[in-house]
Every structure is written in C-alpha cells, then in structure tokens.
C-alpha cells in the first residue's frame, strides 16, 4: 500500500489502523493552509484509498489539534502571476479533491478541532459524518479576502441550504460549533474530551454494516438529493436497488446470520 508510506514532511499523514485509514492534512505551522502540493497529495491518497478493500473507513483530521485554517493564501496571490488557464486548473483542484470525497465509496468521518475555514469547511461538507470539538470556529471568510467561495459553494449549499449559505457566506462572520450543527455542517458538537472517543465510537459502528450496503446506500442518498422529485423514475431506481441488494451475497448473508444469531462475515473481531 504505497499511499500508507508516512513521511514527516508529507503534507498528509496516513495511517490504517484496525481497518480504519485515518488522513492527516499536514502543515501545522501553516495551520494546515491547503496548499496545491497538499491537495494533489490529498487527492491521490483518496484514489489509493479508496481501491484499497482493506479499507473499511475514513478518518480526515487535521495534524497538531487544529483542523485547517483554508486555502493557502500564499498560493492564492500568486495567481497574479499565472494565465489564465493555470489559474483555473489550480482551481478546479479544490473542485476534485471536494467531488472524489463527496462520491467516496467507504463512510468518511471528519474530526474537526479548533478551527475550520473557508476550503477547510468544504472537506467537511464532503464528509458523511463530522464532530466537531464545542470551541471549534467556523467561517467562509472569503467575501473578506475579496474572493468568491465558488468551489466549496455547491458542496455546502447540498449540506445546509440556501438561507444558512446565503447568510454565512455573505457576511463571512465566525459561528460556533452548536450553529455548525444547526445548520448541518457537521452531526455532532462535542467536548474534547468526547470527541476522539466518539469519532472511533461511530467508525466501530460503521464497520458492522456490510460494506456493498453502505457503499449503495451513499449512492442512493446521493442520487435522490440530486434529482429532487419524487416520481416513477425514482420508484423503478429504488426498486432495482433494494431487490439486487436481498438477491446479493452480502444480503443474503446479513439476512442468515440474522436468523442464525450471529455475526456476518463482514464483522471482524478485534
């Protein structure tokens, strides 16, 4: 597993553990700043890992107790010395790296501490699950830079609205944790001391559902959030869904082992 092969100076740090493959941004001194060097690590580590069946979740977090403070603005001023399409394909880099982790095949949880700005809050957005530490600050700071948070927009509007976005976005303000929840940003606001035990707590839930099932059932939600309306089309799709599920090897072996009171193959003991 190449992607696993930790360097100190890498601006991800990976590691698998358990069958769980925790993805550390890496560059505390910048505040873990998305760099161009770490999102193309990032968006690489993400294409390894998810081919990796050994892999059963994800856990993105942020390297020395911080989540990320957002884009490296060092990189963003030297688009003045780009063209223009140089300047595009920097940024659609953001676009890939949010798009691979929206459509991740494995359930990813974020463990966000601290702070999470601006592109930061887009990995979040990303994610299926995200708990956040209680004295977390968020922001879409961008307005303030004199820059439009066009690539993370379609992401958080997908997580918690327009009216939410419009108001946040707008006025690029700090909000807590307890309104990142409220909003729908993240799932859980927790104490510190909470936190880790309950992003391990959900990962170790997670690896008992079959993994087919969960792979699908992301795609499904996905889907029906995408084409909105309820109609035939949708009944037909949900239809094929649920009867090539019962009729799969791993249905029919969460259903046996249902009736045979005892755990499926999937579920290893640790």
Known sequence: MAYLECKIDSPIQVRQENDICWIGLNNPERKNALSKQMLMTLHRTLKDASQDGSNRVIILYGEGGFFSSGADLEWMRSAKNQTIQENEEDARLFFKVFETLYHFPIPVI?????????GA??????????IAEKDTKFAF???KLGLTPATIAP???????LAAAQSLMLTGELFTAKKAKKIGLIT??????????KVLDIANQLMKNGPESLADTKHLLHRI?????????????CGRMIASSRASKEGQEGVNAFFEKRTPDWVKDN
């Open 225 to 237: 959030v995408e084409k909105g309306e309820i109609s035939d089309e949708m009944g037909h799709y």
């Open 188 to 197: 859980h606001a927790l104490k510190v001391t909470e936190s880790k035990p």
């Open 121 to 130: 809050t887009g990995l979040i957005a990303c994610s299926d699950i995200s």
């Open 110 to 118: 974020t463990w966000v501490q601290k702070f999470a700005f601006g």
């Open 155 to 161: 992401f958080i509007l997908k997580k918690t609205g």
């Open 141 to 143: 700071p961008e307005v």
